[in-house]
């Protein structure tokens, strides 16, 4: 979750309709899309149309992902712990799987006809949740660490379904492109597709934005960051008159 900042550079900025605080918040969900499409690690997955990818994480950057993938055909189950993440990723298209499902391995082979996932994002973070994000991976199958682990790895076991399966695994680091994209892509070029994708209806950004505070209540907004209701995604600061 992100607290992102939102000024007027006109000077009637006064003067503007009500209207405002919608496009300032639709420009704002453009600008954070451009800036973590890289990151979220749909193209570092290789994900075709007919196959199934489970994303781990429905935060900002994994309803991005999911959205995604849904518009290129793909099966998607989408996995995380708050209700409310889970029932925006289903309206996006996405089969919701609570992290809270007693063995997600079993849950998503139960999904996929016995096949297991063909491809995996993991956007968390946690070892944990890299751990179930390879045991749900079919044989073959390849799983996108775009998360920034951090400390020792005792949650991840690497002898089992990783070894068993001949698991595939992908470290897709935030604001990088997988380099055999890196000839043809650039940062301006996802901004510019990002960008299409939203006025094309294509890439609906406004539901990750859920909080518009006005600057000066920006202590507020980072204790609300700190202990966030249930449908926080991200925190706008309106800047407005500042």
């Known amino acids: 979750m992100r607290v992102l900042r939102v000024r007027c550079s006109s000077a009637e900025c006064g003067q503007h309709s009500s209207s405002y605080a919608e496009l300032a918040r639709a420009a704002t969900s453009f600008r954070a899309a451009s800036a973590r ?19 781990f994480g429905q935060g900002v950057i994994g309803l991005l992902a999911t959205q995604l ?6 099966e998607v189950v989408a996995v995380d712990m708050v209700p409310y993440r889970l029932e925006l990723a289903g309206k996006f298209g996405a089969s919701p799987l609570s992290a809270a499902t007693g063995d997600l391995g079993v849950a998503v082979r139960d999904l996929t006809g016995g096949r297991g996932a063909d491809r995996v994002i993991e956007l968390t973070g946690a070892y944990p ?47 990088s492109l997988p380099p055999a994209l890196r000839g043809r892509w650039s940062r301006e070029r996802l901004h510019e597709t990002v960008i299409r994708l939203c006025a ?43």
Do not use: W
Not at 69 to 74: A, D, E, M, S, T
Not at 204 to 217: C, E, F, G, K, N
């Open 69 to 74: 993938l849904v518009g290129q055909g793909v």
């Open 37 to 55: 499409i890289g990151e979220s690690g749909f193209s570092a997955s290789g994900a075709c149309v007919g196959e199934t990818a489970v994303v």
């Open 200 to 242: 094309g209806g294509r890439l609906d950004t406004l539901p990750l934005v859920t909080h518009v505070m006005p600057a000066r209540r920006a202590a507020e907004a980072y204790e609300l960051i700190d202990k966030p209701p249930a449908d926080l995604l991200q925190v706008i600061l309106d800047f407005r008159g500042v």
């Open 129 to 175: 949740a890299l751990h179930q994000a390879i045991r749900v991976a079919g044989v073959d199958g390849t799983v996108v660490a775009a998360g920034f682990y951090q400390g020792p790895a005792t949650a991840l076991v690497l002898g089992e379904e990783f070894h068993h399966n001949r698991v595939t695994l992908i470290s897709s680091q935030i604001g």
